[in-house]
Every structure is written in C-alpha cells, then in structure tokens.
C-alpha cells in the first residue's frame, strides 16, 4: 500500500467544512517535489500562501495581511513533528485554551497530532513558516537532546507540550531566505535536494551541524574582478564575446538595451490589454460556464456513489474511476473546487490538485529579475523594520568585491530619492531590490540596476572597462531572450485566449464580444447536452448507461484554450 504524503489544512476559524481524509500519494524518487503557490482573500483578510511537499515532509509558508484581528487553525493530515517559525509580527498560537505569545524570530518545535493549531492574528502583516516531517526523518538528529526527548515520550499525550528557545535572527532569516529562494524560482527540484533543504532548516534552528548542499544547476566562475553564479548559457556565452571590439561591446549594449525597453512596453501594455479583455468575457460567459463546471462535478459525484455497486466488475471500476478524474479536471476549468471537490479529485487520482495559475495574477514574471513571488521578492523577510543596510559590516565577509562596489555605488547614488525616517528608509522597492541582490550574491540583478541606474547612455558606458561592458551584454541578451520566450508562450497559453481572439478581429472590441456571446451559447449548448444525459439513468442505476455515460465523459476533449475560463 502507498503511503500518502502529508497534506496541511489551513482555514479561517468558524468557516464549516467536513473533516477532509488524505490519499494522495508521495512522489517516488525520480520525480519533483509537489509546489502550491496561492493566494486567499477574505472580507478582513488576505493570505498568501507557498506550500512544498516531498517524502515525509511538508514546508508552508503563510503571509497574512490582516485588517481586523482573525483566528485560523491548521490541521495536519498525520502526527508530524512541527518547526514553526514566527518571521514577522506577533500571534497568539496553541490548542484551545492554550495558547501562548508567540513574537517575531520565534522558533517552536512540537508534536502536531488530532487537535487543531490555532493562530490568533492581531491586524498588521504576518509572516510564518511550518515544517512538518514524519519521525522516521527525525533519527539522524536523535543524538540531539531535544529530539530525544520527543521520541522518548512519542507515546505520551504532549500535543501541548512546547519547546522555545531563540536564535540569532540575522543567521537564521538569511537560511531561510536562501531555502526558500531556491525552492521558489520556478525549477524543479527534486525530492532529495528538499529533503536536504528541510533538514539543513531542522538542523540550524536546534542548534545542530548540518550544511545544504551547493545548489543544483548554476556554476560558480572567477574572472578578475567578479564571483558569480551564471547559468550555463551564460557560462558558455561569455567567451564568445572576445571578438567584440570596445565600440562594437558599446554599440551591441546600447542595441540591446533598446530592444529591451521596446519589449518591455510592449509587454506592459499587452498584459494589461489582456486582463481588461478577459474581465469583459468572463462577465459574459460567467453565469454559463459556472452551470457547465457544475454539471461535470455533479457527473463526477454520481460516478463516486454508484462504483462500489455490485452490478460493475473490475473493467467497469476502472473505466468510473478514469471518467471521475475527467469530470473533475472538465469541471475545474470553468470553476474553482470546494474542499470535497478536492477530496474527490484526490481519492480517485492519488494525486494533489494543485490548481492552475489565476488570470488575476501576472501569468509570467518579470524577465529582467530572477525574484521570487510575494514578500521574498520585496525584502520584507531580509528587513522587516526598514533598517538601511550597513555595507561595512560585511566588508570583511567573502562577499564578492563586485557586489559590495556596485551595492554602494547604487546607494549613492539613489539616496536622494529614498524617503528616510527615525528607522531607516521607509517602503522603498529599489531599495530592497539592492538589499536582497546584496544579500544573495546577485550580480545579475546588481548589474540590471545599474543599467537602469548608472549607465544609462552611450557616453556613461564609455566609462565601463570591456570586462563589464561584457556583463552587461550578456544580462541584456538573457533578458532579451527571455523576453521572445514570453511572447511566444502568450500564443499558446489560455490565459491570453481573449488576447488573441482580440488581435485576430483586427482588435476590433465588438467582433470579440460577439464572439463572447457566441460561446455562452455553445456553453449552454453543451450544458444542457450533459443534463439529459444525467437525467436518461433515471432513479435505478443501469450498468449499461452508467458505463456509456462514462465513455461520453472519457471522450471528451478539454475546453482549455477553446472557451474562456476562470483562469
């Protein structure tokens, strides 16, 4: 039998739903890890949040924004050992009744069993950080007194019982910045670098010795005056522009930077052109596609309730079960899934539903920065406070001296546009653009600010020697590459199916509403198809009829990129 992974509940208190069982399945080891990266608003409320599954082990990170005080509980799917960090803010966290103060840069570690972890959030921005891993994980650290303790006592009733202790924030929130960074730049990782991950975060927060390993994927260079981590595109680029003379290194620099700005306003305003075109269809099309998604999950429920009867043998079974996977994913294209649509969907597949992209959200990112999303892409988690950063406490680190030069140079520079008050500069996002470029290293984006910033023209580039006019060449040309990439994946994603139909009218607005008008009917069309399907099993249950509708539902295509969606 397979054993399924941990699954984390995370709700409001007070919001009713049923308790929820897990079948969903751990990756083997040849595959990636599981990443779920959402965002839930509330009337008081707004949460982000980024959770990461692997064998035995499940990382969450939560940012609240909250306008008046709100409890949410978490439940875990299995008794699991929990590392909660508190990164930002203050909360109120325990079971019950009992519950304690829990303030920023605080570590708790404790046995999270049947009883429900409440979080009692003040208003202001919360950030938090869970680690949940099975024991059998906990063995290499159980010469550690603490760990010991735990599993000498696993048998004891100590959901309550908590262990604090403090640890140098500065230290810690650089390693969980690092941990996270790598975890949520948009590649795979697979399940053994997790693994590694949780356990190097484990191993820091109790005070063990324990390294992560280098990541995966980049390779380090040295030329005379630069440390950093290219890719190897970029590794293998560098030296081809040996042939470039000094004007010829200016020119193509200034070229690229044209061509740069050019796509970047063009992108801007298709970006916004597509979100405005894909309001007015989806309030076109929204009340028909909501009928339609409903009517496949309905499919899928009667699929749930009929397949253990005994009018179906083994063949039979299979082809209800391959039918529920399909009404379900038809289903969550033209809407979102409650708890049990999830639950439905994960009892029959072994798999999580992890959802698609929301429209509402940049599909793509930024090309010109390799950041993450939400509060570690603005260095919220690195300065919390709005601190000003102090280059000369790490002049004598192995910072690269380049980072260090092009930090201050920067900061010079702009610190007549920053806004400073009695704790350092106030919501400023170049300046935290600067600080975690500092912190990780980030020549990349240390140079892309530059260019914004300091070599802005011909006659500030003849200042640069060919090394660093070579840099920037190849910056712009990734950007610019990664750039023809996002285009060409606009032609092919849903998300931009409004876009497209717009552009194909000869951008003609009425042309793409009566073609909006067009597919509510074939929705309706296609809705009511399914209703008298549903009604033609009448009230007892006909093995012919049944299979026959579930051969409808396996032959059906998907309406992704054919009918706008919710997405």
């Known amino acids: 039998m397979e054993k399924p992974a941990l699954i984390l509940y995370h709700d409001q208190k007070g919001i009713n739903r049923r308790t929820l069982s897990h079948h969903k399945c751990e990756p083997s080891d040849d595959v990636h890890i599981h990443i779920l990266k959402r965002g839930e608003p509330g009337e008081q409320w707004q949460m982000t949040k980024f959770d990461i599954a692997g064998h035995g082990r499940l990382m969450s990170y939560r940012n609240y924004i909250v306008a008046e005080a709100t409890t949410f509980l978490s439940e875990i799917s299995e008794e699991t050992i929990c590392l909660r960090i508190q990164i930002h803010n203050e909360s109120y966290n325990g079971f019950g009744w009992d519950k304690m103060l829990w303030r920023e840069s605080d570590c708790f570690l404790f046995w999270h069993k049947d009883e429900p972890l409440e979080s009692h959030l003040t208003v202001g921005n919360h950030m938090q950080l869970d680690l949940y891993m099975r024991k059998e994980h906990l063995v290499k650290f159980k010469k550690l007194g603490l760990i010991q303790t735990l599993l000498d006592e696993e048998d004891m009733d100590h959901r309550h019982r908590q262990f604090h202790w403090c640890y140098e924030s500065s230290e810690i929130d650089k390693h969980i910045f690092n941990v996270m960074q790598e975890l949520g730049d948009n590649k795979p990782i697979a399940v053994e670098r997790f693994n590694n991950l949780c356990d190097s975060l484990l191993s820091m927060c109790i005070g063990a010795e324990m390294q992560t390993a280098p990541s995966v994927g980049t390779t380090a260079i040295e030329t005379p005056h630069y440390k ?248 712009l040309e990734s950007i610019y590459q990664n750039f023809y990439q996002l285009y060409a994946a606009m032609e092919v994603d849903p998300h931009y199916l409004e876009l497209r139909k717009y552009h194909e009218f000869g951008d003609d607005l009425e042309k793409l509403m009566n073609w909006a008008e067009e597919q509510e009917r074939m929705l309706a069309y296609e809705c009511g198809k399914l209703m008298a399907q549903v009604a033609s099993l009448g009230k007892n249950t006909s093995r012919d009829k049944m299979i026959g509708l579930a051969h409808i539902m396996l032959g059906m295509p998907s309406y992704r990129g054919i009918f706008p969606t919710i997405t």
């Open 228 to 475: 950093m981590f290219l890719s190897e595109w970029q590794f293998q680029f560098l030296p081809q522009l040996d042939i470039l003379d000094r004007k010829e290194l200016i020119d193509s620099v200034c070229w690229f930077r044209q061509a740069v700005g050019e796509f970047e306003k063009n992108w801007s305003r298709e970006e916004e052109l597509a979100f405005s075109l894909w309001n007015a269809v989806y309030e076109k099309c929204e009340a028909a596609q909501l009928s339609l998604g409903l009517s496949f999950i309905k499919i899928a429920y009667i699929f749930d309730f009929n397949i253990d009867k005994e009018i179906f043998d083994l063949h039979d079974r299979n082809c209800l079960r391959d039918a529920i996977e399909k009404a379900c994913v038809l289903s969550f294209e033209f809407r979102n899934p409650n708890y049990s649509d999830r639950e439905l969907y994960t009892k029959w597949t072994k798999k999580p539903y992890l959802g698609y992209v929301s429209r509402k959200d940049k599909l793509l990112p930024d090309p010109k920065y390799r950041e993450l999303e939400d509060s570690f892409s603005n260095g919220e988690l690195l300065h919390k406070t709005g601190v000003e950063f102090d280059v000369s406490d790490h002049l004598d680190s192995e910072k690269p001296q380049e980072v260090i030069s092009i930090y201050r140079s920067l900061m010079e520079h702009l610190s007549d546009t920053f806004t400073i008050e009695e704790h350092g500069i106030v919501n400023n996002e170049i300046s935290n653009d600067l600080d975690v470029a500092f912190e990780t290293n980030d020549v990349v984006t240390l140079l892309v600010l530059e260019l914004e910033h300091l070599a802005t023209d011909t006659e500030s580039l003849a200042n640069y020697d060919d090394e660093k006019l070579k840099w920037f060449y190849v910056v």
